[in-house]
């Protein structure tokens, strides 16, 4: 995630790569970064705390207690903010980690590689606005930017963190059923993705309810009609709410 981040960043030209340093533990990881995109790099996370402006906190969230204790905030004399992508991780936890430093928990998604990204911010007590227009600007620089209290971010998390992958499914999904129909694979993965990307457009674009667009493709006693009968038949509506909410719920158990 923090890659897709920084490639943007780096595309959009919001940073010059000189200006950036990336902690990464892995030799060859950091050697490919430092080639691929021309970062800074270190092996040492304390180094990032001397940063300037931000800091982008984008480990697992299971690691994070080691990753403080690893850390000394003795001596440090600016406050750069804390830009936490961790899932489930609650910001009264980073700011108890991140002592002084404005922290902002952040829920961003894997569509940011490609800049069309959605991104949910929420502030932390020590926040000023200047952070907030910091932190917009730096996700607007991925795709969009939404600002929720912290109790919507674990259902953020259910749906936009995680939902590129359930979109994903619902893409193989059709695919496949293109297969079955006797559809080539490439000509049903391309009909697929198209619509997808186009439904999904639409709805943005005309602001329709989405009941309102699937009305508009069934005809009486059409295909579509068959089709949405065998949706509901086998739970397609229940089956992804479900999945929202054990995502939602696994987010909240992460920052148990
Ligand atoms: N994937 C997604 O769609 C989203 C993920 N997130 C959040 O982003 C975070 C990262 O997830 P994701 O990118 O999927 O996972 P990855 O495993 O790809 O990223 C974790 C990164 O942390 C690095 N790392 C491991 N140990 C340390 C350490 N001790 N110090 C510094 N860096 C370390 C890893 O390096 P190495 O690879 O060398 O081990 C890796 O680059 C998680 O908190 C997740 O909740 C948020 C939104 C969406
Ligand atoms: O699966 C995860 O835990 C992360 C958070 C949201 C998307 N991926």
């Known amino acids: 995630m923090a890659e897709a981040i920084l490639t943007r960043l780096l595309e959009s030209q919001l940073y010059q790569a000189n200006t950036l340093l990336v902690s990464e533990p892995q030799t060859s990881r950091r050697e490919f970064l430092a080639q691929t995109y021309g970062v800074n790099v270190t092996d040492s996370n304390q180094e990032t705390l001397q940063a300037t402006e931000a800091l982008l906190l984008a480990i697992k969230p299971q690691i994070l207690d080691k990753v403080i204790s690893q850390l000394t905030l003795d001596g440090v004399e600016n406050y750069p903010l804390v830009l936490s992508i961790l899932a489930g991780t609650p910001l009264s936890r980073l700011e108890t980690a991140f002592e002084n430093f404005p922290v902002i928990r952040v829920m961003p ?43 919507l971010m674990d259902g953020v998390t259910g749906l936009s963190g995680s939902g590129p992958a359930f979109v994903a499914l619902m893409i193989e999904a059709l695919s496949d059923g293109g297969v079955a129909s006797g559809l080539p694979r490439a000509i049903a993965n391309k009909l697929a993705i198209q619509t997808v990307l186009g439904t999904a457009t639409l709805v943005k674009d005309t602001g329709l309810h989405p009941g309102q667009l699937k009305d508009q493709v069934t005809s009486p006693g059409g295909t579509t009609i068959a089709g949405v009968a065998k949706l509901e038949e086998k739970g397609f509506r229940s089956a992804v709410i479900e999945a929202v909410k054990a995502a939602y719920r696994r987010s909240q158990d992460l920052g148990k």
């Open 109 to 151: 998604n894997t569509p940011a590689t490609v800049g069309v990204g959605m991104t949910a911010i929420a502030a932390g007590t020590r926040v000023k606005p200047s952070h907030l227009t910091l932190a917009t600007s730096l996700f607007e620089a991925v795709g969009e930017v939404v600002e929720v209290p912290e109790s």
